[in-house]
C-alpha cells in the first residue's frame, strides 16, 4: 500500500477508534488531555526530534532535550500547577490524607541529595522536570470522577501512540526502524527512539486495555454500546499485541504476560471469593523467577525468551558500573552518575564502542544517584504500593487487580531496565497505580460508574449513594459498593 493512502487508512482508523469509544455519560475534566498530552510526548520522540532540531541520541534525549523541549515541558508544568491550583482545597485535602507519604519523602530526598551532587544546577533542573509525573498523577486521581479519567486516560493515548507506531514501522521505515547500539541490527522502535521504548509504552496501554475487555466481556450482552466499546479495546489490545511482538523487547513482553496473566487469574471466582489468595498468587510469580536466578535457570529463561546468558551485555554492564558507584550510601546525587565525563570514559575503556546512559536495571540506577538510602526508599514504596493495591483490589476487584499488575510489572521491569527515573512510563503508571489505589481504599474514587456499556443493570441502590451530594459529584450515576 503507498504511505499516504496508508497514513489516510490509519488516521480514519484513529478516528473511528476514538468514535467507538466515546461515552457521553460521563463527564471528565477538560484538564485530563495535560496528562495525555505529556504522555504522548514521553511515549513517542522530543518535540525537537520530531521537528528535526536535535538528533536523536537515545533514551537520554528525553530528559536532557534541547531549548524547544524545555520550554514545551515548562509549558506543560505550568499548566498542570495552574489547574491544581484551581483545584486547591481538593488537591490540600487528598495530599494530606491519600497520596502516599513515602512517594513525598523520595522526592524530598531526591531535591536534598542535589546538594552533594557535583552538577548540582542541572540536577536541580531535572528535579523540576520530575514534578511533572506527580502534577499529571494529580491531575487524573483527583478529577470528580479518577476512574472514568483512568479510562479516558488509557484510550486518548492508546488510540494515537499504538496505530501511528505500527504505520511508522510498516510504511516509514526510514523513521520507524533504527539500528541499535548494542549490536547494529535494525530494530522496530515506531514512534520512539528504542525498541526497549516502544515495549515499554506499549505493554502499560496495552494492560490497560486488557482491563477494559475483561470489564466489558463480563457485561450482560444486552447492555447499552457494549459492543462498539468492545471494539475499540479489543482493537487496541490487538494493536498491543502485534506491538509487543515487533518491538522484540523481553522485559515489556514477560511484564504484559505477568501483569495480563494477574489480571485473568483475580477473574477466578475462587479469588473473588478469597481476596487474600491474591498474596500467594503474586508470591508465586516472585518465588519462581527467584529459583530461575538462585538455581541457574537465569541463562536457560534468557534464551528461551531469545537473549544470551548475559542478557544482551547486561550483566557486563553491572559488573562495570557498580564499583564505580561515588557514596554507597547516598549516590552522586539526583539523576547525576551519568552526568559525569569521568563515568562515560572509564565506560569506554571497560566497554568500547558501547554508549551508555543507564544501567539497565532500576535498582542499580537508585543506587548510584541516591546509594542504599534510595534503594530502600524506593523498596519502601514497592511494599507500601503493593498493600494499597491489595486494598484496592479487596474492595473494588477489576480496579484493583489493574493497579496490582502494574505494581507486579514494576518490579520486574527494573530487573534489566531502568525504569525508576523521571519523565518514564513505567515510574508515571507505577506511581499513578498506586497513588489511584490510595484514592480508591479512601473513599474517593470508588463512587465513580462505570460507562453506559460496562454498567450493570438493574442494580439496588442505597440512598446514600443517591442523595443529590452523590449526583452532583459523580454526574448522577449510581453504582453498586463493595462490603469491606
Known amino acids: 500500500m503507498n504511505p499516504t493512502l496508508a497514513s489516510l487508512v490509519y488516521a480514519c482508523g484513529i478516528v473511528g477508534l476514538f468514535y467507538l469509544d466515546r461515552d457521553k455519560s460521563i463527564r471528565t475534566s477538560k484538564a485530563l488531555w495535560l496528562p495525555v498530552v505529556y504522555l504522548w510526548i514521553i511515549g513517542s520522540r522530543p518535540i525537537s526530534v520530531w521537528l528535526g532540531m536535535a538528533p536523536p541520541s537515545g533514551t537520554d534525549t528525553q530528559i536532557e532535550g534541547s531549548p524547544i523541549d524545555a520550554t514545551v515541558f515548562a509549558v506543560l508544568l505550568v499548566a498542570a500547577f495552574a489547574v491544581l491550583l484551581f483545584r486547591g482545597p481538593r488537591i490540600i485535602a487528598f495530599l494530606s490524607s491519600s497520596f502516599p507519604k513515602l512517594v513525598l519523602l523520595y522526592f ?76 547494529g541490527a535494525q530494530m ?112 536457560g529463561a534468557a534464551q528461551a525468551l531469545g537473549r544470551n546468558e548475559t542478557l544482551t551485555g547486561r550483566t557486563d554492564i553491572w559488573a562495570a558500573v557498580i564499583p564505580m558507584a561515588s557514596n554507597p550510601l547516598v549516590g552522586a546525587g539526583f539523576e547525576s552518575f551519568w552526568i559525569n565525563p569521568s563515568v562515560h570514559r572509564k565506560l569506554w575503556e571497560l566497554i568500547p564502542g558501547l554508549p551508555l546512559n543507564e544501567a539497565h536495571d532500576g535498582y542499580l540506577e537508585v543506587y548510584l544517584n541516591l546509594g542504599w538510602v534510595g534503594v530502600g526508599l524506593i523498596v519502601l514504596i514497592l511494599i507500601d504500593g503493593y498493600k494499597r493495591a491489595v486494598k484496592a483490589f479487596r474492595r473494588e476487584p477489576a480496579l484493583g487487580a489493574l493497579l496490582l499488575a502494574y505494581v507486579l510489572a514494576a518490579m520486574t521491569y527494573n530487573v534489566t531496565e531502568a525504569g525508576f527515573r523521571l519523565m518514564e512510563s513505567c515510574w508515571i503508571f507505577f506511581l499513578l497505580a498506586i497513588t489511584e489505589a490510595s484514592n480508591l481504599t479512601a473513599g474517593n474514587g470508588a463512587g465513580v460508574s462505570p460507562p453506559v456499556s460496562e454498567r450493570v443493570p438493574n442494580l439496588p441502590t442505597r440512598n446514600a449513594l443517591a442523595s443529590k451530594s452523590h449526583n452532583e459529584n459523580y454526574g448522577g450515576n449510581v453504582v453498586r459498593r463493595r462490603a469491606i
Request: aromatic share 8%.
Open 108 to 183: 524530598v530526598f531526591c531535591l536534598v541529595s542535589i546538594t552533594w551532587s557535583d552538577y548540582p544546577g542541572p540536577a536541580l533542573k531535572k528535579w523540576t522536570k520530575s514534578t511533572l509525573d506527580v502534577a499529571m498523577i494529580l491531575i487524573v486521581v483527583t478529577d470528580k470522577q479518577p476512574v472514568a479519567a483512568l479510562r479516558r486516560l488509557f484510550s486518548r493515548v492508546g488510540f494515537l501512540l499504538l496505530p501511528l507506531s505500527l504505520l511508522f514501522i510498516k510504511y516509514y521505515p526510514s523513521l520507524g526502524r533504527l539500528y541499535g547500539a548494542w549490536d
Open 188 to 299: 522496530n522502535v515506531g514512534l520512539t527512539l528504542d525498541k526497549n521504548l516502544l515495549g515499554l509504552i506499549t505493554f502499560v496501554l496495552s494492560l490497560g486495555a486488557v482491563w477494559r475487555v475483561l470489564a466489558l466481556l463480563s457485561r450482560d450482552e444486552t447492555t447499552p454500546d457494549r459492543r462498539r466499546h468492545l471494539l475499540a479495546q479489543g482493537t487496541l489490545l490487538a494493536l498491543g499485541a502485534w506491538l509487543l511482538i515487533l518491538a522484540n523487547s523481553a522485559t515489556s513482553l514477560v511484564c504484559f504476560l505477568l501483569g495480563a496473566g494477574l489480571m485473568l487469574a483475580t477473574k477466578l471466582r475462587f479469588m473473588r471469593r478469597h481476596p487474600a489468595a491474591v498474596h500467594a498468587l503474586v508470591l508465586s510469580v516472585a518465588v519462581t523467577a527467584a529459583l530461575l536466578l538462585l538455581l541457574g535457570g537465569g541463562a
